[in-house]
């Protein structure tokens, strides 16, 4: 079974409400064509998110995406 990071559904909604959006607010951000329920479920950490959509995370919030994969990495919001 493939290793997965464990924090990475705290960091997505930490990076949210750092920036201060609803989830339909950040689904709009991300330009993001699913519903605003799967970024619940990334939130949740019932969904792996994509690579493309975390890069787009990282380069909404200007941040690394290693900080956003890596548990070892804080957050430099």
């Not at 919030?61 to 919001?77: C, F, K, N, S, Y």
Request: proline share 5%.
């Amino acid at each position: 079974m493939r290793e997965k990071p464990q924090r990475i559904a705290s960091k997505l909604k930490a990076i949210r409400e750092h920036l201060g959006v609803s989830q339909t607010g950040m689904k709009r951000l991300l330009n993001f064509k699913g519903g605003y329920g799967r970024i619940s479920e990334f939130e949740l950490g019932k969904r792996q998110p994509t690579i493309p959509v975390l890069l787009s995370y990282a380069r909404v919030a200007q941040v690394p995406l290693e900080e956003i994969v890596d548990d070892e990495r804080e957050l430099t919001i």
